[in-house]
């Protein structure tokens, strides 16, 4: 069965750090970029950051560049999102997906070329 399964959500308080991780199964992600979306009630889901699997591009939402980190590890089948800083204004649920093309520059938006997707996990950033 293929699968993305995003875990390490949570409440935190302004200010604070999560680590979200989208682990793969039924299919590897060495041959996909990944990315990770948000989407608040109401708002269309965003790009937030995205990492190709040529050469580990990266794309970051200008929001949240200098605070979000992502990252993947192929051995554990897994990509991962470093939140730090973390703002009310990041409240939304994350998903992850596999994608292609490898262009993440111009690619990192959530449309038809989306292969895969997580169930998603929230994320709530509030005193």
């Known amino acids: 069965q293929v699968q993305l399964v995003e875990s390490g959500g949570g409440l935190v308080q302004p200010g604070g750090s999560l680590r979200l991780s989208c682990e793969a199964s039924?299919?590897?992600?060495?041959?996909?970029?990944i990315g990770w979306f948000r989407q608040d009630p109401g708002k269309e889901r965003e790009g937030v950051s995205c990492?190709?699997?040529?050469?580990?591009?990266?794309y970051y939402l200008d929001s949240v560049k200098g605070r979000f980190t992502i990252s993947r590890d192929n051995s554990k089948n897994t990509v991962y999102l470093q939140m730090n800083s973390l703002k009310p204004e990041d409240t939304a649920v994350y998903f992850c997906?596999?994608?292609?093309?490898?262009?993440?520059?111009?690619?990192?938006?959530?449309?038809?070329?989306?292969?895969?997707w997580g169930q998603g996990i929230q994320v709530t950033v509030s005193s």
């Open positions: 997906a596999a994608f292609l093309p490898d262009t993440v520059q111009t690619m990192c938006y959530p449309g038809r070329h989306m292969h895969y």
């Open positions: 039924g299919f590897t992600l060495d041959y996909y970029a």
């Open positions: 990492i190709s699997y040529g050469d580990d591009t990266t």
